[in-house]
């Protein structure tokens, strides 16, 4: 009873790492299925577990869609002003103290925030059997050609960015700049960069990948029906023609049929980007029964810019191959669930659903940290001083001097 009264955090979080192991989310799902693939997994770094709350705060992060980002943004922001500045204090605070104590909170989760999309760490990969039979892809990637893609991210960088999640290869898909893939890999990669390009044409993006060449973009915009000869013209090119996440959603959603009458040759299904994380799954279900009538491919894509450490999806496919069945979609089920259910209520679904998906070493690391920092937070301080590193070293060294001295003496 003391303890709950004197740690109540740290015991609510102990209750909730235990109950979200009853119900646990597998760490993949196959977005086509909606199963849990027996013959793909996640593989966690060594370090990437040892500071699991940190690595696992920063992947939920990263997956939220837009409108929920700024739903659990603004609830958490407020709560742990308003926490910081009415948490009850042994001295009497003035207004000065408790205005920093409110911006603690807020400045901290701010700080992770950045560190999201800019801090270098470790990350998951997916790793296959050999049983699989495929490669690893990623369909729909940016790099500094585009006019929104991060400074300084060029084609080596994209390419380790891959490699350390476990693609193989993965489309080099500017917005409507083609890479024709005669530039020299990137030395030290052995992700295979393949040429596609991005064009956007009348409220739709549409990934082209394989041999394309420059269109006159002009004359398919003004009107839908402009714009689904694109797919033709891709077509006569060579290349494939995938229709992007979020556009077809928002803007031509009563347009699909003609997109598959026009030779569309795929969907995606599946975009990490935040304001395509919010396809609903209702809807991924119906574009996958018209891809599926059809035999048409269905894609995840990373959409990577240079910002974010981790994706959300990968493919595995089969080399050349093009129909439903050519192409496995395997995605985070953080990612799956942000276009479902209520956005507002994402400051409380987001951490629940993060609590989910942890492996037992994750839940194992997290369940460490609390110990650590409730033993921390309980040992004696002197008069007048915080509890401080100085001070566990130094009741630390009191403890060990205290065992070993007795050993010593000769008697
Ligand atoms: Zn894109």
């Known amino acids: 009873m003391n303890l709950l009264r004197r740690h109540p955090v740290a015991i609510a979080l102990v209750v909730l790492l235990l109950a979200t192991a009853i119900h646990p989310l597998s760490p993949l799902i196959d977005a086509v299925t909606g199963s849990t693939p027996g013959d793909v997994d996640l593989e966690r770094p060594v370090t990437y577990v040892l500071v699991a709350p940190l690595s696992n705060t920063l992947d939920a992060l990263t997956f939220l869609s837009q409108p929920r980002a700024e739903w659990a943004l603004a609830v958490w922001i407020l709560a742990l002003a308003a926490w910081g500045a009415l948490r009850r204090s042994e001295t009497p605070l003035t207004w000065r103290r408790r205005t920093t104590r409110a911006l603690v909170g807020p400045g901290v989760l701010v700080l992770l925030a950045v560190a999201a999309v800019l801090l270098p760490r470790p990350v998951p990969r997916l790793t296959t059997e050999g049983t699989v039979g495929g490669t690893v892809m990623d369909y729909h990637a940016h790099t500094n050609a585009s006019h929104d893609g991060r400074p300084g991210w060029t084609l080596a960088k994209l390419a380790a960015w891959h490699e350390r999640q476990g693609f193989e ?13 005669s530039l020299p890999v990137p030395e030290g990669t052995s992700i295979n960069l393949l040429p596609g390009v991005e064009w956007s044409v009348y409220g739709q993006h549409v990934v082209a990948i394989g041999p394309v060449e420059p269109l006159p973009r002009d004359s398919f915009q003004g ?10 013209a891709i077509e006569r090119q060579g290349g494939l023609s995938i229709a992007s996440l979020p ?6 959603w009563d347009d699909l049929g003609a997109f598959v009458v026009g030779g569309v040759d795929g969907f995606e299904i599946v975009n990490c980007a935040p304001k395509a994380l919010g396809f609903p799954s209702k809807l991924r279900r119906q574009v996958l029964t018209l891809a599926g009538s059809h035999d048409l491919m269905v894609v995840g894509a990373s959409d990577n810019h240079g910002w974010g450490k981790v994706t959300c999806v990968w493919n595995v496919s089969l080399p ?21 259910g209520w956005s507002w209520a994402a400051a409380v679904s987001q951490p629940w659903y993060m609590l989910r998906s942890l492996s037992w070493s994750e839940r194992a690391s997290w369940l460490t940290w609390v110990v650590i920092i409730l033993l921390y937070r309980a040992m004696p301080r002197r008069e007048g001083q915080g509890a401080g590193l100085g001070i566990l070293a130094r009741s630390l060294g009191r403890r060990s001097r205290r065992t070993t001295v007795p050993n010593e003496t000769p008697t």
């Open 169 to 181: 290869a993965s489309y080099v898909t500017d917005h409507n700049v083609i890479y024709d893939g």
């Open 223 to 232: 009107t839908t029906a402009r714009m689904i000869r694109i797919f033709a």
């Open 320 to 340: 050349g191959a093009q129909g439903f069945h050519t192409n496995r979609v395997f995605a985070r089920p953080l990612a799956l669930v942000q276009g479902d």
């Open 247 to 252: 556009e077809y959603w928002r803007y031509h």
